[in-house]
Every structure is written in C-alpha cells, then in structure tokens.
C-alpha cells in the first residue's frame, strides 16, 4: 500500500511541477502579462496600445524638451499631440498622424507626419515627419528614438533635420476610477 501512495504522491507532486512550469514559460514569454494580445481585462490586441504620456527631449538641440501624448490604436494607427505645438516659435503644428508596427518581441517603429505652419498667417509651410523606433521597458514604460526630416508640404523631397532628432520616455495613461462623483441613478 505505501508503494502505491507514494507513486499517486509523485503523479500528483509532477503535475503540479508541470503546471507551475507552464505557468512561469507563459510569464517568461511575454514583458507585459497584463496589457498582452487577447487579454480581455485590458482590450489590447498589441502590448504598446493604449495612451502613453511622453517625456520628449531634442537631443541635438538641448535643453529642448516638452511633454506629448501619444496613442497606438489597435490596426496600426499613431496619433499624438505636444504641449509646444501651438508656440510662435519655430511655430505651430497639427497634431501627429502615422502608422506604427511591431518588428521584434518588444520593439515597434512608427512613421508619422504633421505640418508646419507660418506663424503670421496660418499657412502649412513644410510637411514635417518623425521617424521612430520604440522598446516596450514594462507593461506601462516604453522608450524611443526619433530621426526628424522636412519635406514639402505633400510629404515629398524630405531631408534629414538631425537638429529635431528625439529620445523618448513614456508612461501608460492607466484609466482610473472617479474618486468624488457618482453615476446618477436609472
């Protein structure tokens, strides 16, 4: 009898093992457990998904820096918008529109494009885009670089301008419960 308990003791302890196992491979496999493709709680096809508050700093044109938000939306999309876009100086620009992709594990490049405008008079003078690559750090840090170019209003005949090049870092925008208010009642 003790030989037959102790071999449904080992069955049971190296199924546990196995479990445990499986559990720490799927944990390993993946930055960011909670914000991973197909988790229901967070509706993220993608890790990088959601909105993220960014640190942006001009690494070639220091101490130039300001703050943006920035979304990847599920199919691709990148938007994003910057606390100096509307300063007479250099001068205003639109909000950021591009597409964004995951190359590797971690890593997503994005291309994105928005216009300059002339201070005085309102008038779309360049087409400007930003070209960058960002490593998902955690579930809600990332960071990033960016390559700067100036094209012509229609996004053509673009030239490097390394003196807007960036560096990024980012936090996830986590969506929070109210603290005060309450839903009125049906």
């Not at 960014?54 to 300001?66: E, K, Y």
């Not at 560096?167 to 925008?173: N, Q, V």
């Amino acid at each position: 009898m003790a030989i037959i308990g102790n071999r449904k003791n080992k069955k049971r302890n190296l199924g546990v093992l196995a479990l445990a196992s499986a559990v720490l491979a799927l944990g390993a496999g993946s930055t960011c457990l909670a914000a991973g493709a197909g988790d229901e709680k967070s509706g993220l096809s993608a890790p990088i998904e959601g909105s993220w508050i960014f640190a942006v700093t001009r690494i070639n044109d220091l101490p130039a820096s300001f703050t943006a938000v920035a979304s990847f939306t599920a199919g691709g999309v990148f938007l994003a918008t910057g606390s100096n876009d509307h300063l007479s100086s250099p001068g205003p620009v639109s909000p950021l529109y591009g597409s964004w992709k995951r190359t590797e594990r971690n890593l997503y490049i994005s291309t994105t494009n928005f216009f300059a405008f002339r201070p005085d008079t309102g008038e779309a003078v360049f087409m400007l885009k930003a070209v960058q690559t960002f490593k998902l750090t955690s579930c809600d840090e990332l960071v990033g670089v960016g390559e700067a170019w100036a094209c012509d209003v229609q996004g053509q005949n673009c030239q490097r301008t390394p003196i807007a090049d960036i560096t990024i870092k980012a936090t996830r925008i986590i969506p929070q419960n109210v603290t005060e208010l309450m839903l009125p009642p049906e």
